[in-house]
């Protein structure tokens, strides 16, 4: 058998490997965390989307209910067949709720 002579490591190349690794991991977990922290701002941006498209629609929606209320007020005060057909629903019609 050759006899391979051991590489010893010196106190200086111990501690070089040692905080490299150490660098290595550190440096992984912060890419991690980086890359989390974009994922849940993507899914907060698309929730405040949401919230928002919401909140236009039940502002919308409330509009058109207080206009059925006021013309509603306005039919039993005057009686007319006008209100109710062509003002209330075209009122509602033209308040589409998809925001086109």
Do not use: W
């Given at each position: ?48 989307t ?18 059925q ?5 306005n ?26």
């Amino acid at each position: 058998m050759v006899n391979v002579p051991k590489m010893k490591l010196t106190i200086f190349s111990r501690l070089l490997a040692g905080h490299l690794i150490f660098f290595i991991l550190v440096t992984g977990m912060s890419a991690y965390g980086i890359v989390q922290i974009g994922r849940i701002n993507d899914v907060t941006q698309s929730v405040l989307t949401v919230n928002n498209r919401m909140n236009d629609y039940a502002e919308r929606l409330s509009d058109v209910i207080f206009s059925q209320v006021r013309y509603e007020k306005n039919f039993s005060f005057l009686k007319t067949r006008y209100f109710t057909i062509s003002s209330c629903s075209s009122r509602m019609i033209s308040t589409d709720i998809s925001g086109k």
